[in-house]
């Protein structure tokens, strides 16, 4: 099946920096894009998502892009704060299934 | 609260004995998912359901495990003959149509750790 590949499996950034990760997808017919937030001995959450009608989406500081003809799409995190630290995962959708995600640190 | 609700919270066994964890989604989801998570690597997918039926099923899966949703609302894993490895978090998940194209909503999981 087809799946999703996300980059980077790590990244630490400067309290107030941006942070970015990516996924790429190979399945055309994909059209929901969700991102996951899980912090340390928590639950994932969905934090945002993005349908394939959609180039963009923000939500305060956290934004989703999507490239349709590339077929990648991105997590943008504006001004990162020590609480953004935790693993983002952009899943399969189709299939339910999860890679390992990227560790996200951000340093005070 | 509404939201997915796992039961237990944590569970300690033997090696051999068999456990069952519980798992009752938000009440109006369709969809029902079991996950295992081990530290550092992110939700394994193991088997849903759509309603009552269990349409997929991890190929990865050991016939040690079953689930259950007999009656489309809360379902039921059970891991028989209990194994050091089996030692995980295991999720639920739960959506309201297909996942395909709508949000997971997790519960908070039960850690199970076989001694």
């Known amino acids: 099946g087809e799946n999703v590949e996300q980059h980077p499996s790590t990244l630490s950034v400067q309290e107030g920096d941006s942070a970015v990760i990516k996924c790429t997808y190979s399945?055309?017919?994909?059209?929901?894009f969700p991102w996951y937030k899980q912090e340390l001995g928590k639950r994932p959450q969905l934090i945002i998502d993005?349908?394939?009608?959609?180039g963009e989406k923000k939500d305060q500081r956290i934004a989703v892009t999507l490239n349709k003809t590339a077929k990648h799409f991105s997590l943008h995190i504006t001004e990162t704060q020590p609480e953004d630290s935790a693993v983002y995962f952009c899943?399969?959708?189709?299939?339910?299934?999860f890679g390992d995600g990227t560790t996200l640190t951000v340093k005070p | 609260d509404t939201g997915v609700s796992q039961d237990p919270r944590h569970k300690i066994t033997k090696r051999g004995q068999n456990v069952t964890f519980r798992c009752d989604p938000i009440s109006e989801h369709n969809r029902l998912y079991w996950y295992r998570q081990t530290l550092g690597q992110g939700p394994e997918f193991l088997t849903y359901?759509?309603?009552?039926?269990?349409?997929?099923k991890s190929r990865l899966l050991s016939d040690r495990f079953s689930a259950e949703r007999p009656k489309g609302s809360f379902s039921t894993l059970e891991i028989q003959r209990t194994e050091q490895g089996d030692s995980a978090m295991y999720l639920c998940a739960s959506s309201l149509g297909q996942a395909v194209n709508s949000p997971l909503h997790f519960g908070n999981g039960t850690r199970l750790t076989v001694t």
């Open positions: 993005i349908r394939s009608n959609v």
């Open positions: 399945d055309s017919a994909s059209n929901y």
């Open positions: 359901f759509q309603n009552e039926a269990q349409l997929e």
């Open positions: 899943p399969n959708a189709g299939k339910s299934t």
